[in-house]
């Protein structure tokens, strides 16, 4: 009988290799890879193409339902899609209300499942106002909780202090689902942003000089201790320091704990250097730091240190990012589009299958999400065509995010995601999205 759709003459990308081979789907998974058939109902040819594992973004903010004039699961997952990715995993936080119970998972995965153009996950948050409210959110089917180990900026999200964090993460254990952390230290931050504005400096300079380094180490020990006395799993998001980065992998090598970290496109392709010119479209927390910081980051990017790349795509509108006041402007930065081509945009070019690996396979086991993040029979043809020949330089009608306010208009990036496709279906095709939604909930090991 014909498979449904054969994927001919590409160059098939996993975690392991880079080799020229057919796909055939059917029903909307993998069923061979490399075993040509002379029998489809439809074929693509991928001459000259290469064939990346869908990106998974496991840490966005798409800020729906309740702020939707900030992103929303349509406008995000379309643009997810348009730069190669096929499923999302959304923070709990900037939704209005953010996902802290069982009525707030019901409420944004409704809106996920009527909207998205991409496949979708959810984290729980974790704050003093719900810990007993973890479990009922696992029975939903998180796939995590997330905590603020700083001042968040929402005031509906509250940090967690050392016994919400401790407690939260003894549940979590129980429930065995891994704790995030956003790893700054709210004592460092507020003592240093108090030092800066005593001066009335409100520079990008000041900026980044208010949340240092040493914020993220400190924070980083606290959360690596709760881990190893709680027995729970541990993942660090946006990693931004080399010297954070090494302190994770010396930890889990001499302990042996169960801990993962994830870096951002931004802190690998921004530095403080870009933020006069780019204000508030590159503000993030952490901040962006130096370039002997990005060289070292890169190296342990290479080096294996890193699990994850994720955007955190967060963005905000135009009001909220304007002004020569670096401290009131929003912070958060749109990238969710962009992840691939800055991967491949860097020289030399990381591995083909480590960015496999990076932006799909782990991704899908570190948050058991089921039949995702590999291309190889029995998991879902979710994935992207990207032209490595190509080159485009970014302008904001090619983005489809709300508010297109990414960093990165004007760059020019060798590597163009061409066609990405869900479950086998096209949902990008040509830097455009395609068909109706398709997005399905996914839940861990569903």
Same mark, same amino acid.
């Given at each position: ?35 040509? #058939?002379?029998?489809?109902? *439809? ?17 966005? !903010? +798409?800020?729906?339902?309740? &702020?939707?004039?900030?992103?929303? %699961? ?6 997810? @899609? ?19 119970? *069982?009525?707030?998972?019901? *409420?944004? $995965?409704?809106?996920?499942? @009527?909207?998205?153009?991409?496949? +979708? ?7 003093? $106002? ?5 479990? #009922? ?19 509906? %999200? ?7 964090? !401790?407690?939260?993460?003894?549940? *979590? ?8 952390? !956003? ?9 240093? =942003? ?8 409100? =520079? ?21 201790? +709760? ?53 508030? &479209? ?30 955190? /795509? ?14 009131? @402007? ?29 932006? @799909? ?41 709300? /508010? ?11 590597? &163009? ?5 869900? &479950?086998? !279906? ?21």
């Amino acid at each position: 009988m014909p498979v449904d759709l054969l994927i001919r003459g590409g160059s098939v990308v996993t975690q392991e290799s880079v080799t020229e081979a057919d796909v055939a789907i059917e029903d909307g998974a993998i069923v061979a890879v490399g075993s040509p #058939t002379d029998h489809a109902k *439809a074929e693509i040819d991928a001459t000259g193409l290469h064939l990346f594992p869908g990106l998974i973004d496991s840490h966005v !903010h +798409f800020n729906e339902p309740g &702020r939707t004039h900030w992103e929303g %699961f349509a406008t995000g997952s379309a643009a997810l @899609a348009v730069g190669g990715g096929t499923t999302f995993i959304d923070m709990p936080l900037n939704s209005t209300p953010p996902l802290l119970d *069982a009525e707030a998972f019901d *409420a944004k $995965a409704d809106a996920g499942r @009527a909207k998205s153009q991409c496949d +979708f996950a959810l984290w729980g948050g974790l704050t003093p $106002a719900n810990l007993d409210h973890l479990e #009922t959110l696992a029975e939903c089917g998180v796939v995590g909780f997330k905590a603020f180990m700083c001042n968040s900026g929402i005031d509906d %999200f509250l940090s967690a202090d050392d016994n919400t964090l !401790h407690a939260g993460m003894t549940i *979590a254990a129980k429930l065995g689902l891994p704790v995030a952390v !956003h790893a700054e230290s709210q004592t460092i931050t507020t003592a240093a =942003s108090q030092r800066v504005k005593a001066q009335n400096d409100h =520079s990008w300079d000041a900026w980044t000089a208010s949340r240092p380094v040493i914020a993220e180490v400190e924070a980083i020990q606290g959360a690596i201790a +709760f881990a190893e006395d709680t027995g729970c799993a541990l993942h660090i998001v946006h990693v931004s320091s080399a010297r954070a980065a090494r302190l994770i992998q010396q930890t889990r090598t001499q302990h042996n704990l169960d801990v993962t970290c994830e870096t951002c496109p931004h802190y690998l392709a921004l530095t403080a250097d870009d933020l006069p010119d780019l204000g508030a &479209r590159a503000k993030c927390a952490p901040p962006l730091r130096d370039t002997e910081n990005q060289t070292a980051l890169w190296q342990e990017l290479l080096a294996g240190t890193f699990d994850i790349i994720g955007s955190d /795509h967060s963005p905000a509108p135009p009001d909220m990012k304007s002004g020569d006041d670096a401290f009131a @402007a929003w912070g958060g930065i749109a990238g969710v589009q962009s992840t691939l081509p800055l991967l491949l945009s860097h020289t030399p070019q990381p591995p083909l299958p480590l960015i496999a690996q990076l932006t @799909a396979a782990t991704p899908a086991q570190r948050f058991r999400l089921p039949h995702k993040g590999q291309l190889a029979p029995g998991y879902d043809a979710d994935l992207t065509l990207v032209d490595l020949n190509g080159t485009f330089t970014l302008t904001r009608d090619m983005l489809h995010d709300r /508010h297109r306010l990414s960093p990165y208009v004007g760059r020019t990036f060798p590597g &163009r995601p061409v066609r990405t496709l869900l &479950r086998g !279906h096209t949902i990008a095709l040509d830097g455009q999205p395609v068909g109706q939604p398709l997005g399905k909930l996914l839940t861990p090991d569903s």
